[in-house]
C-alpha cells in the first residue's frame, strides 16, 4: 500500500507546523517623501500611514503568536551613522528581534524608529 506523502497544509492543520511571519519595513528614502500630505510613515494618527495598518493587520492575523519578529531596511540607525542600515531589528535588539504582539508595544516600537 502506498503511503501519501504529508502536506504542507495538512501539516499546518494538524498543528504539527507553525508558521510565524517576519515582518520587514521599507525605511529607505524612496518610500518617503518631504511632504506629511503624501509620506507613507507619517506619525501623524489621523494621516493614512499604510505601515501602521499592515502591522496591525499582520499582528492581528496572528494573535495567538505572542511575539513577532520585526525588521527595517532603508535606515540611518544611529544620528553617528553615515550610511543607511541593510537590515536591524526594530527592537534595536539583534539578540531579541521580537516584539511582543500587542498594538499599543507595536505601535510604539514602529514610531520610535521614524
Do not use: W
Amino acid at each position: 500500500m502506498l503511503k501519501r506523502p504529508i502536506s504542507v497544509v495538512s501539516c499546518i492543520q494538524s498543528g504539527d507546523l507553525r508558521v510565524v511571519p517576519i515582518i520587514s519595513i521599507d525605511f529607505s528614502m524612496g518610500n518617503l517623501t518631504f511632504s506629511d500630505d503624501i509620506n507613507l510613515h507619517s506619525t501623524n494618527p489621523d494621516r493614512p500611514n499604510d505601515y501602521r495598518d499592515l502591522i496591525k493587520l499582520i499582528a492581528s492575523s496572528y494573535a495567538n503568536v505572542t511575539n513577532l519578529p520585526i525588521f527595517g531596511f532603508g535606515a540611518k540607525t544611529s544620528k553617528y551613522s553615515s550610511k543607511a542600515t541593510g537590515l536591524f531589528p526594530l527592537t534595536r535588539s539583534i539578540r531579541n528581534p521580537f516584539t511582543p504582539n500587542d498594538d499599543e508595544t507595536l505601535m510604539k516600537t514602529y514610531t520610535d524608529c521614524l
